[in-house]
């Protein structure tokens, strides 16, 4: 295997070993977010773009290269006009470039997934904080409507004892009406009594 072929089998495994690290729940999203925003990919992330295009450029080239491998040697000439050791030369270079032809392959596909798991591990810690940050509000909201309805009934109660209080308050006026008006009728008879004795006492000095 060439240099160039060596070095895409090791990214192609580099990619596997990526894929599964993220796959196991190992790391949880917010550390994987946490890390995406460290100094350390953010170095790399200033170019990111740039890395991505040029090396999926030179896999696409040598993806090419692998099929123009696999159409040259797959069209052989009758085997009666040609020797063993020709044809079995051509067979091993067929299998190299289509093995060539699947490494750069899912080298390729790999690519995009780890760039879409990356964008999901982003997304989804993003909308766990979002969901954190919503149930905070609405237990928030729960308990100033708790708070709302607690003050709502205690004055509710001290309306009720007020109006309470108005109404006995009125009765007890009522009643001391009545017994004022008791005590000027009492006093009304008393006087006229009062008077009656009075002229008894009068026509009984007179007589004398």
Partial sequence: MSIQWTLIAGFLYFEIAVVTIMMLPIFSPRRWHQFFKSRLFAMFKQHAEWYFYALLGVMCLLLIDAIREMRKYSHTPDSSYVHLDTEMKGNIKLFRAQRNFYITGFAIFLSFVIRRLVSMLIIQDELGIKAEQIIKKAEDAVS???????ANTIQTEQVKRLDEFKTLLEERENELKEEKKKIRELEEEARKWRL??????SIGKGDE
């Fill in 144 to 150: 100033h409507a708790k708070t709302t309805v607690l």
């Fill in 196 to 201: 009656k004795y009075e002229e008894i006492v």
